[in-house]
Antibody, heavy 120, light 106 residues
Framework: EGQLVESGGGLAQPGRSLRLSCDAS????????MSWVRQAPGKGLEWISD????????HYADSVKGRFITSRDNAKNSLYLQMNSLRVEDTAVYYC?????????????WGQGTLVTVSS | DIQLTQSPSSLSASVGDRVTITCRTS??????LNWYQQKPGKSPKLLIF???NLQSGIPSRFSGSGSDTEFSLTISSLQPEDFATYYC?????????FGQGTKIEI
């Protein structure tokens, strides 16, 4: 089974930026829709973005639209999340997840997550 | 956005119990409904996709049913490793949304 590994999390001040990466091994990301899902401390899961295989279509949740940018590099087998204008409420564990290209989309493989803390 | 409401939000159960969690959606989602399990400090794991299909490697004591706006996840005989939080999720329309979670405690 493939593995997804997120990195790039840490502490950032409000208004600053962070870039998360998700590196895949054992699976070819070219075959998957890729998503970012976050979980604030003690809270539930929130889907925030996904990107199709060819990077032509990207979707965002309203909570991050205009501030976050999702991209991917299939040659590097990697997914990215550029987080700009960070807010305190963006504090969360960020997971990348793969979605098999099937009729009913589902998150079939998840990374271990990376913690982003936004605080002054 | 489609709202997903799980019930109960938490429940106490014993090993061997039969447990059912319900997920109601605010709009029709046909069978575009998935279930995940999350243990503390771990990432979620897909259990059931398309309402009733068991993900590969998931024990057969887990089952899903329902369609349209009402769905359920059943664990036929609760095992110690099943104590966790469970989430439903719809993928019929963006933004994809999750239920608030159901925590199963001893």
């Amino acid at each position: 089974e493939g593995q997804l590994v997120e990195s790039g999390g840490g502490l950032a001040q409000p208004g600053r930026s962070l870039r998360l990466s998700c590196d895949a091994s054992g699976l070819n990301l070219r075959n998957y829709l890729m998503s970012w899902v976050r979980q604030a401390p003690g809270k539930g899961l929130e889907w925030i973005s996904d990107i199709n295989s060819g990077s032509r279509t990207v979707h965002y949740a309203d909570s991050v639209k205009g501030r976050f940018i999702t991209s991917r590099d299939n040659a590097k087998n990697s997914l990215y999340l550029q987080m700009n204008s960070l807010r305190v409420e963006d504090t969360a564990v960020y997971y990348c997840a793969s979605t098999v290209l099937a009729l009913v989309r589902r998150f079939d493989n998840w990374g271990q997550g990376t913690l982003v803390t936004v605080s002054s | 956005d489609i709202q997903l409401t799980q019930s109960p939000s938490s429940l106490s159960a014993s090993v061997g119990d039969r447990v059912t969690i319900t997920c109601r959606t605010s709009q029709y989602v046909r069978n575009y409904l998935n279930w995940y399990q999350q243990k503390p400090g771990k990432s979620p794991k897909l259990l059931i996709f398309a309402a009733s299909n068991l993900q590969s490697g998931i024990p057969s004591r887990f089952s899903g049913s329902g369609s349209d706006t009402e769905f359920s996840l059943t664990i036929s005989s609760l095992q110690p490793e099943d104590f966790a939080t469970y989430y439903c999720q719809q993928s019929i329309t963006y933004p994809w949304t999750f239920g608030q979670g159901t925590k199963i405690e001893i």
